[in-house]
Structure formats: structure tokens, C-alpha cells
């Protein structure tokens, strides 16, 4: 009886794509690199506290989810990127418009439903773009956005720009179908899509140890050969470290690659959620232990490279562009009733 040949051993995933790329060490920063990462996430910190008020005193209507804590993520991303590249993401997206260079006073005149808004008043906190500034949204519906940037990815393979699209999403829509689906023609096509996702615990409020099977969100594209890295999201040098790293591998006609950002909101899901499904001591312990803007105050007092009376020139100057958004988001008219009929597509 003739004996089959043998077949050769199956590679292994690392020796079909090459080697996937390991988690880098935290970027060294200069001094410059430190005063501009704080200064674009105090921006942020304090942006979002503003909308939380004048989502309070009824200036801002509908849903509002705000990104407090989760600042290094998108300036360490941010700080990575070429001209050209672009970002889209869910919608906890404030800081990822400001981070691309958005106008404050656009983007709370967005909030508070005025004409000078990003979308003239009509899209609120979820639906703001920029294509001046490369921004796709703001989308509310849960992990639709990923289609989105992969198409964008797409784009860029096809027209051979050499451009990125940073794709971010969270970790209670990881769990989406369509995710998966952009995953396979990501890897397929070798698209030059980031997937940043952003695991800030808890969801819409459930913990992700009681809604995902696989906690570990990096690992996430192994079954479509997409290598992904944990980062640790508190540490914005963390984050540019591994955004050089990514970009450059997406660049390189590689393909997808996943950075899975391990990050913390300090407030519930969004304005309306008391967030009771987690305590008081876990908040205050990220808050005290792994602050983004803390780590790098206190970076820049230790090495001396500012005072405490620069830096807190600093967070006058910011306070001060944040206070005249929220003046113009109060005062700017409204939009007029036939608004209604225009950008809609019959």
C-alpha cells in the first residue's frame, strides 16, 4: 500500500507575515515634547470639564460622553502622525477633534447646537467633521465607525499616499460584527488601517471580565493575521512610542496592526450614567497612581524644566481659550429653520 507524502509543516502565523512587531519601550521626550503633550491634553481635561457644566446648566442637549482620562491616547497618537493621515472614531470624541487641531470654538458651538458648530449646529456631540483637518466623525452608531476608517484605509491603498487611517473604537464595541468583517479585508488587501482600541474597562458600564470571552484586546485579530500590541494608555510617551511603531509598520505596506490603549475614564459612560457599577476607591486610585497629566507635571518639575508658576501659565492660558469657546457656544445664534433643508442627501 502506497504510503502518502508527508506535508510540510504548516508555518506559523509570525513566520508567514514576519516577525510581528513588539511593545516598545516609552518614548524618550524632550523637553519641547513634554510642554506640548501637556499643554494639548490640559487643553482637553479642561474642555471636557466645561461641557460637563454646560451640559449641567442645559446648554448642551442629547447624549455627551467626555474623555476624561483618557487624554494621552489621542495626543500620544496625534504626535505620530504625518499631513494627510486621518483619524475617525465613536462618540467620545471631543478630545480627538481637538487633538487634530479642530477650534474649540467650533467644537463647543457644536455641543450647544449654534451655527458656528463644526456642523452648523445640527450634529451635536457625536457628528462633527473636519476635512481640513482630516477628522471623520463622531459616529454614534456602536462600532460603525470601523467600517468607516477601513474604507478610509482603502482609499489610501488605492490612490498610494502613503497615508494612515487610525481607526479608534472601544472595548464594548470590540465585540461588534462588523469589526471583524473590516478585520478580514484589512488583512486581506493589506490596508493601512491602525485599529485603536481604546479599553477603558467598562463599556457602557459593564466590566469587560463579565461581557468578553478574551479580555486580552490586542490578540483580537489573530484569527485574520493582524499582529496587535498592549499599551499602556495612562503614559502618553507610551503611546507615541507605540504610535511611531504602528504607523510605520501600516506605512510600510504591512497591513493592519491593532494598539490596544489600556485606559481609564474618570466619569460614567456618558453625562447621564452615575457609573455605581464600580467605586469610588477605583476612580481616586487611577487618579492619584496613573493621571495622565499628573505623570507629566511631575516629569517636567523633577528634571526641571518648568516651574509650578509656568505651569500653571499654562493652565491659565487654557482655561482662558476654554471659557471664550463657552462664551461663543452661548452667544453664537442659533441656526436658522431653514437649515433643515441643507447638506441632505434626497
Known amino acids: 500500500m502506497a504510503t502518502s507524502a508527508r506535508k510540510a509543516p504548516a508555518k506559523s502565523r509570525t513566520e508567514a507575515k514576519g516577525a510581528a512587531p513588539a511593545t516598545p519601550k516609552p518614548a524618550s521626550f524632550s523637553k519641547q515634547e513634554e510642554l506640548a503633550s501637556y499643554r494639548d491634553m490640559l487643553l482637553i481635561r479642561r474642555f471636557e470639564e466645561k461641557a460637563g457644566q454646560l451640559y449641567g446648566m442645559g446648554f448642551i442637549g442629547g447624549f455627551c460622553h467626555l474623555y476624561i482620562g483618557q487624554e494621552a491616547v489621542v495626543v500620544g497618537l496625534k504626535m505620530a502622525l504625518h499631513e494627510g493621515d486621518q483619524m475617525i472614531t465613536a462618540y467620545r470624541d471631543h478630545g480627538h477633534m481637538l487633538a487634530m487641531g479642530m477650534e474649540p470654538r467650533g467644537v463647543m458651538a457644536e455641543l450647544t447646537g449654534r451655527r458656528g458648530g463644526y456642523s452648523k449646529g445640527k450634529g451635536g456631540s457625536m457628528h462633527m467633521f473636519s476635512k481640513e483637518k482630516h477628522f471623520y466623525g463622531g459616529h454614534g452608531i456602536v462600532g460603525?465607525?470601523?467600517?468607516?476608517?477601513?474604507?478610509?484605509?482603502?482609499?489610501?491603498?488605492?490612490?498610494?499616499?502613503?497615508?494612515?487611517?487610525?481607526?479608534?473604537?472601544?472595548?464594548?464595541?470590540?465585540?461588534?460584527?462588523?469589526?471583524?468583517?473590516?478585520?478580514?479585508?484589512?488583512?486581506?488587501?493589506?490596508?493601512?488601517?491602525?485599529?485603536?482600541?481604546?479599553?477603558?474597562?467598562?463599556?457602557?458600564?459593564?466590566?469587560?471580565?463579565?461581557?468578553?470571552?478574551?479580555?486580552?484586546?490586542?490578540?483580537?485579530?489573530?484569527?485574520?493575521?493582524?499582529?496587535?500590541?498592549?499599551?499602556?494608555?495612562?503614559?502618553?510617551?507610551?503611546?507615541?512610542?507605540?504610535?511611531?511603531?504602528?504607523?510605520?509598520?501600516?506605512?510600510?505596506?504591512?497591513?493592519?496592526?491593532?494598539?490596544?490603549?489600556?485606559?481609564?475614564?474618570?466619569?460614567?459612560?456618558?453625562?447621564?450614567?452615575?457609573?455605581?457599577?464600580?467605586?469610588?476607591?477605583?476612580?481616586?486610585?487611577?487618579?492619584?497612581?496613573?493621571?495622565?497629566?499628573?505623570?507629566?507635571?511631575?516629569?517636567?518639575?523633577?528634571?526641571?524644566?518648568?516651574?509650578?508658576?509656568?505651569?500653571?501659565?499654562?493652565?491659565?492660558?487654557?482655561?482662558?481659550i476654554v471659557a471664550d469657546s463657552a462664551e461663543f457656544a452661548q452667544t453664537d445664534p442659533e441656526p436658522d429653520a431653514s437649515e433643515l433643508w441643507t447638506d441632505v442627501l434626497l
Open 144 to 320: 460603525a465607525q470601523v467600517s468607516l476608517g477601513t474604507g478610509l484605509a482603502f482609499a489610501n491603498r488605492y490612490r498610494e499616499n502613503k497615508n494612515v487611517s487610525l481607526t479608534f473604537f472601544g472595548d464594548g464595541a470590540a465585540n461588534q460584527g462588523q469589526v471583524y468583517e473590516s478585520f478580514n479585508m484589512a488583512s486581506l488587501w493589506k490596508l493601512p488601517v491602525i485599529y485603536v482600541i481604546e479599553n477603558n474597562r467598562y463599556a457602557m458600564g459593564t466590566s469587560v471580565t463579565r461581557s468578553s470571552a478574551e479580555t486580552d484586546f490586542s490578540q483580537r485579530g489573530v484569527s485574520f493575521r493582524i499582529p496587535g500590541i498592549q499599551v499602556d494608555g495612562m503614559d502618553v510617551r507610551a503611546v507615541k512610542s507605540a504610535a511611531d511603531l504602528a504607523t510605520d509598520w501600516a506605512r510600510s505596506g504591512n497591513g493592519p496592526i491593532i494598539l490596544e490603549m489600556l485606559t481609564y475614564r474618570y466619569r460614567g459612560h456618558s453625562m447621564s450614567d452615575p457609573a455605581k457599577y464600580r467605586s469610588k476607591d477605583e476612580v481616586q486610585k487611577m487618579r492619584s497612581e496613573h493621571d495622565p497629566i499628573e505623570q507629566v507635571k511631575a516629569r517636567l518639575l523633577d528634571k526641571k524644566w518648568a516651574t509650578e508658576d509656568e505651569l500653571k501659565a499654562v493652565d491659565k492660558e487654557v482655561r482662558d
